[in-house]
């Protein structure tokens, strides 16, 4: 028997339910079969996953809780996520991830797992999130490369992408770059740099959260200031006009990991 998920605490109260223990553990997926971590009604996710996995082992866990909500295609590379489970659930901490990583599929793994430390919460104790786009910049595709970068076979300009860059980094309303978004669309990104690579080159972010798409609609308007079909120094007036069309097009999820996490305590 399993548990749905708990309430969400209030600012402070970061304690799993009476009866039961925290843990914490780092999980990597690839994207591709999955409609983003959370839980959805017809299709498979990562979270549903791992709680069957912790189900097999006999927990009545409840769901687990990650940093961030990837989308659908979205592949992580270590994923802080935490899981309570009843206190008396036995499978020791040293052999969790080993246990875990039997009973899920081959695209899935727990990397490490550990007691929890007293007030950690995945989520909401997070104080940054880190993603790195990558793209295949190569005349040719490659295989190998199928399904975890985006094939670009036109050369790009790295130095025209990271001064587009600079006027993006900081503390905005990033509307211009968010798709069927509710919330309040102010953000701050601490960091967006292009990394050029042999053949791969990587775009990385960090911020403590983003809008939906919101990555994905940077690297969108980047590939196009790196074509040289949008001047640098238009990016100021995308951002100051709040209009989604003004922007590049979502970049397809494939290429987009999410790379780390902070956490201050």
């Not at 970061?14 to 223990?21: A, K, L, Q």
């Not at 206190?87 to 990583?101: C, S, T």
């Not at 238009?234 to 922007?247: K, N």
Request: proline share 8%; charged share 20%; hydrophobic share 45%.
């Amino acid at each position: 028997m399993t548990h749905p998920s708990p309430p969400i605490p209030g600012p402070r109260d970061f304690r799993p339910p009476d009866g039961h223990r925290r843990l914490k553990l780092a999980v990597a997926w690839d994207g591709r079969a999955y409609a983003g971590w959370q839980s959805q009604p017809n299709a498979a996710s990562v979270q549903d996953a791992l709680h069957a996995a912790f189900g097999r082992l006999g927990a009545a866990a409840f769901r687990p809780v990650a940093a961030g909500r990837t989308d659908a295609g979205v592949h992580a590379e270590a994923m802080p996520a935490h899981v309570d489970v009843p206190e008396a659930f036995r499978v020791p901490v040293a052999k969790l991830a080993r246990a875990l990583n039997a009973h899920l599929p081959a695209d899935v793994a727990v990397l490490h797992a550990a007691e929890a430390t007293t007030g950690f919460h995945a989520r909401f104790s997070c104080t940054e999130r880190r993603y790195t786009y990558r793209l295949l910049c190569a005349p040719q595709r490659h295989p190998l490369w199928e399904g975890r970068a985006l094939h670009v076979p036109a050369p790009l300009d790295a130095a025209a992408m990271n001064a587009a860059a600079d006027h993006l980094t900081g503390t905005h309303d990033f509307a211009a770059f968010a798709t069927q978004e509710d919330r309040q669309t102010v953000r701050e990104l601490r960091a967006l740099v292009i990394h050029p690579g042999e053949a791969v080159w990587e775009v990385r972010v960090a911020g403590e959260s983003f809008l939906r798409h919101m990555v994905r609609g940077l690297v969108g308007t980047l590939l196009l200031v790196g074509q040289g079909r949008l001047a640098p120094d238009a990016v100021p007036d995308i951002l100051r006009s709040g209009q989604r069309a003004q922007a590049g097009a979502n970049v397809p999820p494939h290429g987009l990991y999410f790379t780390g996490a902070r956490y201050d305590r």
